[in-house]
């Protein structure tokens, strides 16, 4: 399973890094993924890594914002969000081998 940790709120501008436990499996063998949804809208794809790490990807939206991350030791996945708008307001989802945490929310406000 997935536990996803550290939403909370945030003034416009600022910065929150949202955390990933896995249990159960080795996220390292898997693509991992991070997902949001916003009030009343449909999810949208944030970002993904590839099982080696080396490859990252991005929404436009968050592109230059945000940076996806993971610890293979720690078995933990990690989304750096900087410069939040309020626009990213929205329940954040870590997903990875067709497992999906509980998701963390994350609120733009000032």
């Known amino acids: 399973q997935l536990q996803a940790s550290g939403g909370g709120l945030v003034q416009p501008g600022e910065s929150l890094s949202l955390s990933c436990a896995v249990s159960g ?12 949804q916003a009030p009343g809208k449909g999810p949208e794809w944030v970002s993904t890594m590839n099982p080696t790490g080396g490859s990252t990807y991005y929404g436009d939206s968050v592109k230059g914002r945000f940076t996806i991350s993971k610890d293979n030791a720690k078995n933990t996945l990690y989304l750096i969000m900087n410069n939040l708008k309020p626009e990213d307001t929205a329940i954040y989802y870590c997903t990875a081998g067709g ?5 963390t929310l994350v609120t733009v406000s000032s």
Request: glycine content about 12%.
């Open 25 to 36: 499996f080795t996220s390292a063998n898997y693509w991992i993924y991070w997902i949001r």
């Open 99 to 103: 497992h999906w945490g509980q998701g």
